[in-house]
């Protein structure tokens, strides 16, 4: 069974970091891109970034570029996102994704930046 | 405002049908890009519903079936059923920007 597990999230005042990890098991990891994708509360799924198989290409949103990393660890079987300078309007439920033809989706895990 | 454009919400009688739409342009749905769509309840991830433009997964009921037309795709849903109030949004990809994976806003389909 295909099983995408989320982890890091939390409470984080603005300007801190968080870093996402995401579990990976029952498929080749190495075989597929990951992406990242959030969801403020309340509103619409928006892609926020994503890596190759092998790590070597990433792209990111416009609005997260500069601040988030994201990177893998194949032997691991593990996705993470290093979430740096956060913003209140980072607050959302943040869901490690393979979309599309072998859609894949964590759980989500819930950030939220406050004072 | 996002890329590919869905009706805020939808509604339907039990056993109707309902369909939802997702207006996108040239350089997304236009270009050819697969399109598919996800189902998403309340407080749950989505759920793949419909894979390139009118497959559906195992599982996946047949009252549920997706259509494209030039820049444009569609949803629809027949014999519509209480569970079937969610969440829908599209997704596709789009050749002029970083990443490519664009989604729908997302639509709230309200079973009357």
């Known amino acids: 069974e295909v099983q995408l597990v989320e982890s890091g999230g939390g409470l984080v005042q603005p300007g801190g970091s968080l870093r996402l990890s995401c579990a990976a098991s029952?498929?080749?990891?190495?075989?597929?891109?990951m992406h990242w994708v959030r969801q403020a509360p309340g509103k619409g799924l928006e892609w926020v970034s994503d890596?190759?198989?092998?790590?070597?290409?990433?792209d990111y949103a416009d609005s997260v570029k500069g601040r988030f990393t994201i990177f893998r660890e194949n032997a691991k079987n593990s996705l993470y996102l290093q979430m740096n300078n956060l913003r209140p309007e980072d607050t959302a439920v943040y869901y490690c994704?393979?979309?599309?033809?072998?859609?894949?989706w964590g759980q989500g895990t819930l950030v939220t930046v406050t004072s | 405002q996002s890329v590919l454009t869905q009706p805020p919400s939808v509604s339907g009688a039990p056993g109707q049908r309902v369909t939802i739409s997702c207006s996108g342009s040239?350089?997304?749905?236009?270009?050819?890009?697969?399109v598919h769509w996800y189902q998403q309840l309340p407080g749950a991830a989505p759920k793949l519903l419909i894979y390139?433009?009118?497959k559906r997964p195992s599982g996946v009921p047949d009252r549920f079936s997706g259509s494209k037309s030039g820049t444009s795709a569609s949803l629809a849903i027949t014999g519509l059923q209480a569970e079937d109030e969610a969440d829908y949004y599209c997704?596709?990809?789009?050749?002029?920007?970083?990443?490519?994976?664009?989604f729908g806003g997302g639509t709230r389909l309200t079973v009357l």
């Open positions: 029952g498929f080749t990891f190495n075989n597929y891109a």
């Open positions: 390139d433009d009118t």
């Open positions: 890596i190759s198989w092998n790590g070597d290409n990433r």
């Open positions: 997704q596709s990809y789009d050749s002029s920007l970083r990443g490519n994976v664009v």
């Open positions: 040239s350089s997304n749905i236009g270009a050819g890009y697969d």
């Open positions: 994704a393979i979309p599309g033809l072998y859609s894949a």
